[in-house]
């Protein structure tokens, strides 16, 4: 915030020569000499004495110097205090669509608590909610377990456990049924997100139906969750997803008996990353989830 030749003045009598108040700036000392002379000019006045073998102060430029001291002092003050003025930033990422009304409700509890916080929010795929918290483009990421438990460098917190069941369009025969067995459902065919939606999510979903017994059919692998709620509900086939993530209005929904189908819904954030914003975000955000699902954890 101070004018450069000062910033220089201060350095050449701290550093008492021209030549190490260069190396500060990484300038060479004739030019970091010559903003000194402008800056003297400009006063009128002459502060430093170069008749010596090192440069020293004058009666006016010793005067000159404690002011300056006292400004460089006062600027860092103000500097301090505007930024804790400025509204603090949260990158969130979001991946899903219908949970997400949980998650909001979660976050309004945060904002007033912290109302001095701006919330950013990117809904992605499971990938690249992983891809953007390792490059820091995002704080912390709401997502699934398996997106985030294979890599070390990150951590998570469980919030809730999903409640997993079988989707299908109100067409399909299953559709009159409010709860069914991986026997009635293993040679339907199926709809799955794909790879590129979420790899270990993938692996898992496909871990799960081997434990399971069975197979998948797979009818369709799809790289969205709207697309996967798209062909389900035009009877393309029917797919095995979370409770919370679809609405009722779209696809009839009903509970698998004894499967090793499992989701957790977890808040990740990077190792090692000491930020108070992200301290703060996560101790709301996990306080929140234990006084509305103390059982489902």
Not at 62 to 68: G, I, K, S, T
Not at 85 to 98: A, C, D, N, P
Not at 102 to 112: D, E, H, L, P, Y
Not at 215 to 222: H, S, T
Request: aromatic content about 12%; hydrophobic content about 35%.
């Amino acid at each position: 915030m101070l004018d450069k030749k000062i910033e220089y003045f201060i350095a050449v009598v701290q550093e008492g020569s021209f030549s190490g108040a260069a190396r500060k700036f990484f300038l060479s000392q004739p030019n970091l000499s010559k903003q000194v002379s402008i800056l003297e000019e400009e006063l009128g006045v002459k502060l430093l004495d170069r008749k010596g073998y090192r440069p020293l102060l004058t009666k006016v430029g010793a005067m000159f110097y404690q002011e300056c001291l006292q400004l460089q002092e006062h600027c860092c003050q103000l500097k301090k205090q505007l930024q804790q003025l400025q509204k603090q930033r949260l990158s969130i990422g979001i991946s899903g669509s219908f949970e997400n009304r949980r998650v909001i409700v979660a976050i309004n509890s945060f904002k007033q608590q912290y109302p001095d916080f701006e919330i950013c929010f990117s809904n992605m795929n499971f990938e690249n909610s992983v891809k953007n918290l390792l490059n820091g483009v995002i704080d912390v990421s709401f997502g699934l377990e398996s997106t985030f438990r294979c890599y070390n460098n990150i951590k998570y917190d469980i919030l809730y456990i999903y409640d997993i069941c079988m989707i299908c369009s109100f067409e399909h025969p299953l559709a009159r049924l409010k709860e069914v067995t991986i026997d009635q459902i293993k040679n339907e065919k199926m709809i799955l997100l794909s790879q590129k939606y979420g790899v270990n999510f993938y692996k898992d979903f496909i871990e799960a139906c081997k434990k399971d017994g069975f197979r998948p059919k797979i009818q369709k692998e799809v790289d969205s969750f709207d697309e996967l709620v798209l062909d389900v509900s035009t009877n393309e086939g029917i797919a095995i997803v979370s409770k919370d993530v679809v609405s009722e209005d779209e696809v009839h929904t009903a509970y698998i008996r004894n499967t090793h189908h499992h989701s957790k819904y977890v808040l990740a954030y990077l190792q090692g990353i000491e930020k108070e914003s992200i301290e703060n975000f996560r101790n709301v955000i996990i306080s929140h989830f234990k006084r509305k699902f103390p059982e489902n954890r």
